[in-house]
């Protein structure tokens, strides 16, 4: 299948990318390499897929409206994967205006792109954070998530919606995959597990929001590929089950679907951070603070939905896939 990769040069984009690549398909990758965080590990990242026949880089921006026109019209993608965001949750509390560009116009012309070419499939990145100040555990994809406690939450959720649009007008089908803490070799440098590993490593004090009383269902980034791809290889289809007078906010008439991807294991903060010491084989100085705005303490992923879907469910246990991203972290730095 020829598939369009957006964000390929991004943490889940590079190792979806090398998976397409390695069953045999052809992936035309995009990103615009913007500096939300190190450049040099993005370009890192692509110089692992750039010498692979089977793949090609388009340095473009999502919210470039002619210039994702122009895309969609020279090419005949299959598929779209969908992962171009700008991401973090922090981030969005300073600087709005750039989850607006990039997650929702870009996501605009992505959806123009796909029903004037007749691609016969979207996967897009939503995120855990859409359930918001939700309490009810695990987060079920039948819950509301009207309810978003950051702009970057907003955009996500902003995303389903006018995904379903394009289902239920244009027949476009449309899977939307709410990833739960994604981590892993290659991760992103604004993320805990990261900043962590490096302060450790450096002998500086950690930041430990909500006094360590947080606990994140964290996903292991093979399973979230796993994933991705099974979900890409089947069409979202209309819920036969599906009744407009009780909506269920998981399914839809339309060719639309949304499931979590998660490890349905969630893992304390502190337990977490014990990992990564082991890891790394130092302890942490901690700095406890209170919870950040925007942030939630906790999340958990029912996937009964994504097992019952594709047949599978993400595994990994959280010690080892530490230790993956401690040896990575240990190799790359060279510390
Ligand atoms: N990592 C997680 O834990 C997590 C959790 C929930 C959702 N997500 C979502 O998954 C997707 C991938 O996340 P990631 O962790 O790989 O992040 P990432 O930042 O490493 O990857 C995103 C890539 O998209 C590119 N990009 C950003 N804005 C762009 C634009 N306007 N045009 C073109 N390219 C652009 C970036 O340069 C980057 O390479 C994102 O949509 C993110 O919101 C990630």
């Known amino acids: 299948m020829k598939i369009l990769l957006t964000g390929a040069a991004g943490f889940i984009g590079m190792t979806t990318t090398l998976r397409l690549l ?3 398909d ?3 990758g995009l990103d615009n390499l913007n500096d939300y965080y190190e450049v040099q590990l993005k370009l890192d990242r692509l110089a692992r897929l750039t010498p692979h026949p089977g793949f090609r880089f388009v340095k473009l921006d999502v919210a470039d409206r002619a210039g994702i026109e122009a895309l969609f019209a020279a090419e005949r993608f299959d598929r779209v994967i969908h992962l171009a965001a700008q991401a973090g949750v922090r981030y969005s509390l300073q600087n709005p205006h750039a989850y607006i560009d990039s997650n929702i116009v870009g996501f605009m012309n992505i959806l123009e792109g796909c029903r004037h070419s007749g691609v016969q499939h979207l ?3 939503s995120s ?3 359930y918001g100040g939700n309490t009810k555990m695990p987060f079920s994809e039948h819950d509301s998530v009207d309810h978003p406690v950051s702009m970057y939450a907003a955009t996500k959720k902003a995303n389903e919606l006018m995904a379903h649009t394009y289902s239920h007008l244009f027949g476009l089908p449309t899977t939307g995959l ?3 803490t994604v981590y892993g070799p ?7 597990l990261f900043l962590f590993t490096k302060a450790i490593l450096e ?3 950690i930041d430990v929001f909500n006094h360590g009383q947080m606990r994140r269902d964290f996903t292991f980034v093979d399973d979230i590929v796993e994933g991705v791809i099974r979900v890409m290889d089947r069409k979202a289809e209309p819920d036969p089950a599906y009744v407009s007078d009780t909506p269920d906010p998981g399914t839809s008439n339309a060719p639309y679907r949304v499931f979590n991807i998660g490890n349905h294991n969630p893992v304390q903060l502190l337990d977490y951070i014990a990992c990564i010491e082991d890891a790394v084989g130092r302890k942490a100085q901690k700095n406890l603070l209170p919870l950040q705005d925007g942030d939630v303490p906790a999340t958990f992923a029912d996937v009964d939905a994504l097992r019952d879907w594709v047949g599978f469910t993400p595994a990994t246990d959280i010690r080892s896939g530490v230790a993956r991203f401690v040896d990575w972290y240990r190799g790359y730095y060279k510390v």
């Open 128 to 130: 855990s954070s859409v």
């Open 203 to 205: 002998g500086r004090p």
């Open 26 to 28: 052809e992936v035309v």
């Open 186 to 192: 290659w991760g992103r440098p604004d993320m805990a």
């Open 22 to 24: 390695a069953r045999g």
């Open 123 to 125: 996967v897009y990145a």
């Open 178 to 180: 709410r990833f739960f």
